[in-house]
């Protein structure tokens, strides 16, 4: 599985970012644990929890549909989409006037490429 290999390094970094900005903001705040009460923080917290939220099941997707012997170039379009949606949605999100574009267009390329490789896996387990 050499491209969900490649897709899941490239969206470490973005993790390991999103995670550091949550142990930045706990430690500002003294918070061992949760936000303290503070807004920021709490958005950090939801930005990060986001990624991890839709991430690791989208990865197992994709996997399960390059195992399948699902051409390449539906496998890199389905890494690249999820890789530029978590982007833009942990963008739009992280900002403090949240610019929702950003966002929404993160969540439906989410969407879209979690639908996408659940029906490849499908069509393909079927065959």
Do not use: W
């Not at 978590?86 to 989410?110: D, I, K, P, W």
Request: charged content about 15%; overall charge positive.
């Amino acid at each position: 599985m050499r491209i969900t290999a490649l897709y899941a390094a490239l969206l470490t970094p973005l993790f390991v970012l999103l995670s550091a900005r949550v142990i930045q903001g706990r430690r500002s705040n003294k918070a061992a644990m949760g936000d303290a009460g503070d807004k920021a923080l709490r958005r950090r917290i939801r930005v990060h929890a986001n990624f991890t939220e839709y991430v690791p099941f989208a990865l197992v997707l994709i996997g399960c549909a390059e195992s399948l012997q699902t051409p390449s170039l539906l496998v890199h379009t389905l890494g690249l989409a999820l890789l530029t949606s978590r982007v833009l949605h942990s963008y739009g999100m992280s900002q403090e006037r949240e610019n929702f574009n950003f966002r929404v267009a993160g969540m439906a390329m989410t969407f879209a490429t979690l639908s996408t490789a659940a029906l490849t896996c499908f069509v393909g387990a079927l065959l």
